[in-house]
């Protein structure tokens, strides 16, 4: 998450505003576009908020992973997308030292949430798998209630001490016209490590003992099959853990794979351009835009839910209680 990170010896000649050379009509264009993505990340997301929050069929342990996901992504297309685009656009840095500093905060932290929100649904859906009545028995709303809490307060506050406790070298606005910032070479690993490496490991770790128990249970379920009526009900169970695991597992190897160019890139600054490896983070926040489409694709809740929504039903005082599964 080292997110706008550059060496200790650059200087700000490097990253002085060049003047626009594109014309009007393309500029203008430019920030239309910038316009729609945001749109289109933050109505998405919201979208799926709403769903999730307003029916009760939706109250599910997974669910609400999916929920703190999107709000992550909202966030994202709020707070983010917008400064990030247009600095992109501009060459420079527009905004002022007080919008740098919250986007700097804001930005690292939901950066750290939405990794560790896929690095729950990974753990999450290994659990469901392995063991789907132990896991309805132990794991309610209100414990995953709990853990996604208790990861949003830690994070934002890993994010503070981050930006607090790196001293001078914190580098907001180093230049007039940018907004940069610098980690101590100590900072910058920790952060690599806590960030990157360990919520990765675990999203690799539990999807492959999900893929792993996802061929034990095929095999299994073909036998249930096979025998009498009273096993369809595990067989039933299983089936739809499966394809839970196969939904989300497209979901977080899309994020993988919006991940790794920006985190490998961090890993060889020192060989590549600085503005690449600043580029190459929007493909974290572009994620945000397409994790609405996943589930519009792939879930047919989603699907009933937005017909209902779009269609005005959600008005309705009963519509918390509509079927959507």
Known sequence: MNFMEVNQTDHCVQFSCPE?????????????????VVLLTVC?????IISVCQFKQLHTPTNMLILSLAM??????LFVMPFHLSRMIESCWIFGMTVCLFFALITFSVTGISIYNVALIAIDRYFAISNPFLYA??????????????????????????LYFNGNSTGLIMCPEQCLFVLHEIWSLVDLVFIFVVPCSAIILFYALVFVIAKKHATA??????????????????????????VLSILVSVFVACLFPYFVSTLISNAIET??????????????????????????????CLKIILTLQIFRRDSALLNVQ
């Open 221 to 246: 379920i073909r036998e249930i099959n096979v025998q009498s009526k009273g096993s369809k009900d595990m067989a039933d169970s299983m089936k739809s853990e499966r394809k839970a695991a196969k």
């Open 275 to 304: 503005q690449l490896i600043y580029n190459l983070s929007i493909l974290l926040q572009l994620n945000s835009t397409i994790n609405p489409v996943i589930y519009a694709l792939f879930y047919p809740w989603f699907r009933k």
């Open 72 to 77: 992550s992504d909202c966030l994202v297309g």
């Open 44 to 48: 998405g997301n919201l979208l799926i």
């Open 137 to 162: 028995e132990k794991v309610s709303v209100s414990n995953i209630c709990i853990v996604i809490l208790s990861m949003w307060i830690f994070l934002v506050s890993y994010t503070s001490a981050l």
């Open 20 to 36: 626009r050379t594109i014309s009007t009509a393309v500029y203008v264009m430019l920030h239309l576009c910038i316009v729609v």
